[in-house]
């Protein structure tokens, strides 16, 4: 059974840093990519950053040079290290991860959520 677990969420003020822990249980986890989500309230879930198995990053616009994806494979664990937090950063942040068993099936994984609060 494939379980992502977040942590790390919280309160934080404008200009401050937090980060978040995702760790997986019931996948390889060295061999996939990991994603991590945010959903403020009223908008849509949104990328926000992206590590494969390789070690290659991608983030969204919004987040460049303030967050860091990286990982650590002997944990099973995924982070994101947010700096500068702005107020529209505040949101419920998700893991995700999706596994190709084969070219036939694709299943999505997603962790409960790490609330983010980011006060002026």
């Known amino acids: 059974q494939v379980q992502l677990v977040e942590s790390g969420g919280g309160l934080v003020r404008v200009g401050g840093s937090l980060r978040l822990s995702c760790t997986a249980s019931?996948?390889?986890?060295?061999?996939?990519?990991l994603d991590w989500y945010r959903q403020a309230p009223g908008k849509q879930r949104e990328l926000v950053a992206t590590?494969?198995?390789?070690?290659?990053?991608n983030y969204a616009d919004s987040v460049k040079g303030r967050f860091t994806i990286y990982r650590d494979n002997a944990k099973n664990t995924v982070y994101l290290q947010m700096t500068s937090l702005k107020p529209e950063d505040a949101a419920v942040y998700y893991c995700?991860?999706?596994?190709?068993?084969?070219?036939?099936?694709?299943?999505?994984?997603w962790g409960q959520g790490t609330q983010v609060t980011v006060s002026s």
């Open positions: 590590i494969t198995s390789a070690g290659s990053t």
């Open positions: 019931g996948i390889v986890f060295r061999r996939e990519s």
């Open positions: 995700h991860t999706q596994i190709r068993p084969n070219i036939e099936e694709v299943y999505d994984y």
